[in-house]
Structure formats: structure tokens, C-alpha cells
């Protein structure tokens, strides 16, 4: 393997590891998990998708009280202030990391990142493009 590569790689790594996103979503999901109401919450949704998952994996069609049971448990979820927060931050950390994706997977298969307000990128970097 190329020493160059590994290294950068580790920095990248480390930059990651450093990043306001990162740290966000951090404390976003410790609060999240210092909320009892929004543990309870936690809990029962995974109950529900568990329960689910089975179904699914056993061939059984969800029934629509599975997707009524699903929908509400999703509306709880938004409407707790905490688990709301920490949906935000970690989202906006999988952009973060679909961003760098992006831009490994361009250079790749030959492409550049493309320049904020190209229109391959649209008016904003939205879209997962580096704009530096």
C-alpha cells in the first residue's frame, strides 16, 4: 500500500474524527439519552422496527396497523426536542461524510469536483460538491 495514501487517509480520519458534525451529534445523542422521556421513545421505536424487521424477514406483509404503529412512533420521535436535535445533527454528519463520498468517487471515475453554482452543482453545495 501507498505510505502517501494511508496518510492522507489518517488525516482525513482525524479530521472526521474533529469535526464540528461529529462533535454535534455527539452531544445532540448525550442529551438525547439524559431525556428519560425521549429514551422511552428510543426504546419503543426500536421495539417496533424489531418487530418489523422480523415480519419482513419471515415474508409477512406489514400490516397497516405496523405502518400506523410506525408513523406515530416517527411523529414522537420529531416531536421531542431532543431526539429531534440529535435526528438534525446526525443527519447533517452523514452529509458530511456522503460529501467526502462524493468527492473520493469523482475523482475516481475521472470527474473533478465540481464548483459551487456549476450547473452540475446548482446555485448551492447542497448537493454534496467541495467548494473550498
Same mark, same amino acid.
Given at each position: 500500500m501507498s505510505a502517501a495514501i494511508m496518510e492522507k487517509a489518517n488525516e482525513l480520519a482525524e479530521l472526521i474524527a474533529n469535526s464540528a458534525e461529529l462533535e454535534n451529534m455527539r452531544e445532540k445523542e448525550s442529551g438525547m439519552n439524559q431525556d428519560p422521556e425521549a429514551v422511552r421513545i428510543v426504546s419503543e421505536f426500536q421495539k417496533i422496527q424489531e418487530d418489523i424487521y422480523r415480519k419482513q424477514m419471515s415474508g409477512q406483509e406489514l400490516s397497516d396497523e405496523d405502518k400506523k404503529n410506525v408513523s406515530e412512533m416517527e411523529e414522537k420521535m420529531n416531536g421531542n426536542p431532543a431526539i429531534k436535535a440529535y435526528i438534525d445533527a $446526525?443527519? *447533517?454528519?452523514? +452529509? !458530511? !461524510?456522503? $460529501?467526502?463520498? !462524493? #468527492? #473520493?468517487?469523482?475523482? !475516481? *471515475? %475521472? +470527474?473533478?469536483? /465540481?464548483? /459551487? %453554482?456549476s450547473a452540475e452543482c446548482g446555485p448551492s453545495c447542497d448537493s454534496g460538491c467541495s467548494c473550498s
Open positions: $446526525s443527519q *447533517s454528519f452523514e +452529509n !458530511l !461524510l456522503r $460529501s467526502v463520498n !462524493l #468527492i #473520493i468517487t469523482k475523482a !475516481l *471515475s %475521472g +470527474n473533478q469536483a /465540481c464548483d /459551487c %453554482g
